[in-house]
């Protein structure tokens, strides 16, 4: 029985030390955030970027621990609306692949990917309002 | 030679949907099959995979001779995939890594956008998720029409084809197709999802274990 027990623990475990401390972390509605931002990311993000936001290889950048994310969330406003092409850094490694714009992605599905992504596989970021996600998508 | 063709009984068409053959250990044998009529037995004979000729990452022609002795996974893929060919690398990469020293296995991926993915980008993107030789893993690029015929039922039965509404442009499947050395398709599995390939990992040593 308690094998069986720590078993469902450490099923569950991956889950929980994934988002360590977000629920100190981040207010009710916040929380509701994360949440929806991770069922949109299986969705929009998951079959490039992983499960775990670990990427794959020198092709598909991570964005688990990035600091290219984690340094201009308003840019990965803007990459997730538009795509990107061209060479860019991210922890040290180039990557040169085109990503594909999401352009049926709104401005509130952005913010909640974002809070998703900035606070979970060690990520820890505060929460962009709505305003500041649309000022960031309308910037060249 | 007419009287030969004759001898085969057309019709019996039997297609082996899943894990056939229960109580025996052997992995089931997948497709159509026909039966032949020799000297008053009946033999069975199984779909194959076709003869083949495509060029590989580093410009090495890979046909059926490149898999003599071996059993395979094959699976069909694009570079500039915007949907399940990142997770589907992403799981061919652990079968990789767990058979890559044994001689007898070998993975063909064959790309649906010959067009984009030319020799010099297979190379480059299977470099980049870090398969850095063809020994094992072959990505191969050719005619659009034979790869396509690789996917039809002549080939590895699985849907593959151009389609302006798909996303990224191409449809294809997510299936790994494991393949023995008679060419004989032996397993499906989703390649998008772990516990499947678990699956095909476990059923590979059961396959080799075959020919010991």
Known sequence: MALLIACLLS???????ENEGVQDRLNTKELKYFTNGKRLYTQYCNNCHMDNGEGLGRLIPPLAESDYLMEDLGRAAKIM?????????VNGTEYNQPMPANPQLTPLEILQILAYV???????????T????QEALKEQ | ?????????????????????????KLPIMGRQEFKEVNGKIDTIYHTIPNFQ???????????????????????????????????KQQMLRIYDRFKDNPNFAILSHTIDPEHDTVAYLKDYSEKIGVMDNKVWHFVTGNKDEIYEMGS????????????????GFIHSGAFILVDKERRIRGYYDGTKKLEVDALMSDIPKLLAEYE
Do not use: H, R
């Open chain 1, 11 to 17: 099923a569950c475990g991956g889950a929980k030390s």
């Open chain 1, 81 to 89: 609306k538009y795509g990107q092409k061209g060479p860019i850094a």
């Open chain 1, 118 to 128: 900035s606070n979970t596989w060690g990520n820890e970021a505060d929460i962009m």
């Open chain 1, 130 to 133: 709505l305003p500041e996600v």
């Open chain 2, 1 to 25: 030679m007419k009287l030969w063709k004759e001898a085969f009984v057309v019709g019996l068409l039997v297609l082996v949907v899943s894990c056939g053959g229960s109580g025996s250990k």
């Open chain 2, 54 to 88: 495509f060029v590989d990452q580093d410009s090495a022609i890979v046909n059926e001779k490149t898999f003599e002795d071996k059993i395979y996974v094959a699976d069909f893929f694009f570079g500039t995939c915007p949907t399940i060919c990142p997770v589907m």
């Open chain 2, 153 to 168: 039922a002549a080939g590895y039965m699985v849907p593959v084809g151009e389609d302006g509404a798909a996303p990224g």
